[in-house]
């Protein structure tokens, strides 16, 4: 099987790679074991230091990793330094900082007799599976903490990113880290069982779609793998009578376009109530319609190319299945006049239970709006999903907003923001989003052993 970097924005093939063999898998297992066995009696001060390191080596060389994420996935150069590797040096700091404190023990009270603890140890080695709309920032998001716990890492990049992946494996060498202890499998999907069930591996995590989670689960279910899951998402983003709607368009605009819409957790369903729609829907409208496409490494461009012209066409055949089955285009649904997959910004309107896009992950530059007359129905829409990933509500009243986001069937919510992540923010989903968390402590704590030690 060939690996390929083929440019979105060019749609040239850039490189080519070799999958690696089974024996190779076989021995990328045994050297992350045999590191594993060393790693888990280093110091946490020791772990941090080399974390430090590539933080350090992320900020000096931030223009190249960027560079390489447009090339491989279209993302524009602009938000890759900008966004994505100042987060992956804030995740970096954040745990090398604060890991001691994740792992030290945590005594049990209100024990009958003597004394109780629960420690929190490593795991052993663990594979990741990471999906191609944040290449860096995904890898380090899974890696960081379970390096930090004293575990190893196999990680098996999307395939549209070898050069990433490569580029990741290279830095935490650079940085210092010995040998096995995070390892780049340069494998086919079709291998994953492979690692999953070598009784070396303790834990799966994937980042991905829900048929790539499903699959991924059963095979942790087989095998007995602990296993953590952040699949797709149908996000609400509700705004509410009070909302400032000025506010509220600016916010959803960057809620649905950044990375062009290629986010999990990017607003895709637009719950608007009555009173303000016809503000809300001039102002949005007006200000998707004006998005500038252009070169990605352009920093004055304001949206990037689709990941693949796969993945352009996918979506224009569904904008048009929607409208075939009775939904309203209101901008966009077309390919800008460039090379490259190409969707302009999208707005569709009159979406029902009946058509076929209604609870469908639209992972692209697509926001399905609705009119509510109540916040009852607002918060019976937003859970009307198989998904249940993050969520937003735009309000001036706060406790108003606090009050329906924790009737939302979500993972996340956010009140008078869109989807921002930080180190200490744990994350992840309910229903079909997934299962897990990510970052901060919680984060932290899916893959060690937390084993009682109990003293009389």
């Known amino acids: 099987m060939a690996i390929q970097t083929l440019n979105p924005y060019t749609n040239e093939l850039e490189k080519s790679f070799d999958a690696i063999s089974d024996v190779e898998i076989k021995l990328a297992i045994n050297s992350s074991h045999s590191a594993f066995l060393d790693w888990r009696n280093t110091s946490v001060e020791e772990r941090a230091q080399l974390l430090l390191n590539v933080a350090d080596l992320l900020e000096k060389n931030a223009s190249h990793y960027a560079a390489l994420m447009t090339k491989e996935m279209g993302k524009l150069f602009r ?5 994505e590797i100042p987060n992956c ?11 001691a404190e994740f792992l030290k023990p945590q005594a049990i009270e209100h024990v009958q007799a003597g004394k109780a603890h629960i420690e929190s140890l490593p795991m052993g080695v663990i594979f990741g599976i990471m999906p191609w709309n944040f290449p860096f920032y995904q890898v380090i998001r899974f890696a960081v903490p379970n390096l930090m716990a004293g575990n190893t890492v196999l990680f098996k990049h999307a395939s549209n990113v070898p050069q990433c992946a490569i580029a990741l494996a290279e830095l935490f060498e650079e940085a210092g880290f010995p040998k096995g202890v995070i390892t780049n499998l340069l494998m086919s999907a079709s291998q994953s069982e492979l690692v999953i069930s070598d009784k070396r591996v303790q834990g799966v995590s994937l980042t991905g779609s829900e048929r790539a989670g499903s699959a991924v689960a059963a095979l942790a279910g087989k095998y007995l793998k602990k296993v953590v899951m952040e699949l797709g998402g149908n996000d609400p983003f509700i705004v509410l009578a009070d909302a400032d709607v000025e506010k509220a368009a600016d916010i959803a605009l960057i809620a649905k376009m950044f990375n062009s819409g290629e986010v999990c957790t990017g607003a895709k369903r637009f719950i608007i109530a009555e009173e303000v729609y016809d503000e809300f829907m001039s102002l949005f409208t007006q200000k998707m319609a004006a998005m500038k496409a252009g070169d990605p ?17 996918s979506l224009l055949e569904q904008i048009q299945n929607a409208v075939t089955e009775g939904a309203t285009l209101v901008t966009g649904g077309e390919r800008e ?32 709006i609705y009119k509510i007359a109540s916040e009852e129905e607002a918060i019976a829409l937003a859970n009307n999903s198989a998904y249940g990933l993050s969520s937003a509500i735009i309000s001036r009243d706060e406790d108003k907003a606090r009050a329906i986001a924790s009737q939302l069937e979500t993972g996340v919510s956010f009140i008078n923001s869109h989807t921002i992540s930080e180190p200490c923010l744990p994350f992840g989903g309910v229903k079909n989003s997934g299962f897990g968390r990510e970052l901060g402590r919680a984060g932290m704590d899916e893959f060690v052993n937390k084993k009682l030690v109990r003293s009389l």
């Open 79 to 83: 938000e890759g330094i900008e966004w």
């Open 297 to 313: 490494m352009d920093m004055t461009t304001e949206y990037a190319p689709l990941v693949s012209e796969k993945e352009c066409q």
């Open 337 to 368: 006049s460039l090379a490259g997959a190409w969707l302009k910004p999208t707005i569709l309107t009159d979406v029902t239970e009946e058509i076929s896009i209604f609870d469908r992950e639209l992972f692209g530059p697509i926001a399905v």
């Open 89 to 99: 040096v804030d995740m970096c700091r954040y745990y090398a900082q604060h890991a």
